[in-house]
């Protein structure tokens, strides 16, 4: 697993809390693959200072869809 500990999505969070502007986490597919789990990822997030209005969006596509 990456980032077993946490310690990398700490700083990444206190790095981007350092600008003291708005900004929005996303998940991409395996950023949520780590031993402290998902809802603690999401519970750092949801404690950033700057991270406001955090919702879930999940995206299922469709692959019935034609492709152009």
Do not use: C
């Amino acid at each position: 697993e990456f980032d077993d500990n946490g310690s990398n999505l700490i700083e990444f969070v206190e790095f981007m809390e350092s600008f003291n502007i708005p900004w929005a986490p996303i998940f991409g597919n395996h950023d949520n693959e780590s031993k402290m789990g998902a809802d603690w990822q999401s519970e750092q997030f949801e404690n950033a200072d700057f991270v406001k209005n955090i919702e879930v969006i999940t995206y299922k596509p469709d692959f019935r869809d034609e492709v152009i």
